[in-house]
């Protein structure tokens, strides 16, 4: 046999449907980023191998979609996978201050972050990182809980409180943001007011399906207008049954079809940061919610595809 090069011998890191590894540069407008984090979290313990799995089970995504996208988004994106945050996730404000540093390097370079969590704490990070370019963004937080729940010097940062943070912090402004399918039960009474003292609508799971997904975010897209959004989708919006190893289980979510479509609703946003969250491999059956999450990343890149004019590249 001749020499191989190197090339043809070594493999190079698992990457989200088989991207380049690298940084982004001026060619890439989006950037996979992992945050292998979940000291936030005060139930299951385990998201912080969530954005491995998900790259592991984005291995059976394919590139087109011959009924809704017939063109490859990743490549019309020039997407990047820019690897996991080097973190230790039992030190909090250490990983927070790296988790926006390494957001802030994807922003910086022009490419939209796309974060694979993680439980959901790491969007305060996230978001301090985008809102430094898009300041007072639109959230649009899609999730089972409304994660606004207030916060204590004891215990300042945690999987209930992002959203309370990204308010006081001035990132986001609660006029233009909604809370998406929220239900389950709770430790606490009057979640959903103190989530609309802060300024936030709530749309529960079954104003949302009752309204119909493409009505609600037509009201969605109406008040928010070309405002930058940061979104942001939970996995356990989802149903157990087909989104299992999240880290907040709770029945009556939506099913994998009802998640697709509402993603699908959401064209004509000014999107400027996709930030998925709370797959939790330890409880998975399967890769089910990791091979979902992927498919969730994928109908994102979809839409910031047309948003960019890049659906026919």
């Known amino acids: ?14 990457t989200f449907m088989g991207v380049p590894y690298g940084r982004p540069g001026p060619a890439n407008k989006a950037a996979i980023l ?13 998201s912080r191998g969530g954005p491995d799995s998900v790259r592991q089970q984005s291995q059976l995504m394919r590139r087109f979609n011959p009924t809704n996208a017939d063109f490859d988004p990743a490549l019309a994106l020039g997407l990047v996978d820019c690897g996991n945050v080097k973190l230790t996730p039992s030190k909090i404000v250490d990983a927070f201050e790296r988790i926006e540093q390494a957001a802030d390097r994807i922003v910086e370079a022009g490419a939209v972050p796309i974060t694979i969590g993680g439980d959901g704490s ?21 999730d089972s809980h409304t994660d606004s729940y207030p916060y204590g010097s004891d215990e300042k940062y945690n999987s209930a409180t992002q959203f309370t943070h990204v308010a006081e912090e001035g990132l986001v402004d609660p006029e233009f943001s909604w809370h998406v399918g ?23 799971i079954d104003e949302l399906i009752r309204g119909g997904f ?3 975010m037509a009201e969605f897209r109406d008040k928010v207008g070309k405002r930058p ?6 996995m356990d919006v989802f149903d157990p049954s087909c ?7 709770s029945w009556g979510g939506l099913s994998a079809r009802e998640g697709i479509d509402l993603l699908r609703c959401l064209t004509d946003l000014n999107i ?24 969730v990343i994928y109908e994102t890149l979809v839409l910031l595809c047309r948003q960019m004019g890049l659906a026919d590249a």
Not at 229 to 234: A, E, K, Q, S, T
């Open 272 to 295: 400027v940061a996709v930030d998925v969250n709370t797959v939790s491999p330890p409880q998975d059956v399967n890769g089910m919610a990791a091979h979902l999450c992927s498919h």
């Open 34 to 46: 992992g945050i292998p984090f979940d000291c936030g979290t005060n139930m299951r313990i385990g």
């Open 122 to 142: 790491v969007t305060v990070p996230v978001a301090r990182a985008v809102g430094k370019k898009y300041p007072k963004m639109a959230a649009l937080h899609i």
């Open 214 to 216: 493409a009505q609600r």
């Open 182 to 204: 929220i239900r389950s039960t709770t430790y606490a009474q009057g979640v959903v007011p103190r989530a609309m003292s802060l300024g936030y609508k709530v749309v529960s």
């Open 243 to 249: 989104a299992p190893g999240v880290c907040t289980p």
């Open 1 to 14: 046999m001749d020499r191989l090069s190197d090339d043809e011998l070594f493999t190079l890191p698992m």
């Open 229 to 234: 959004v940061y979104l942001c989708f939970d």
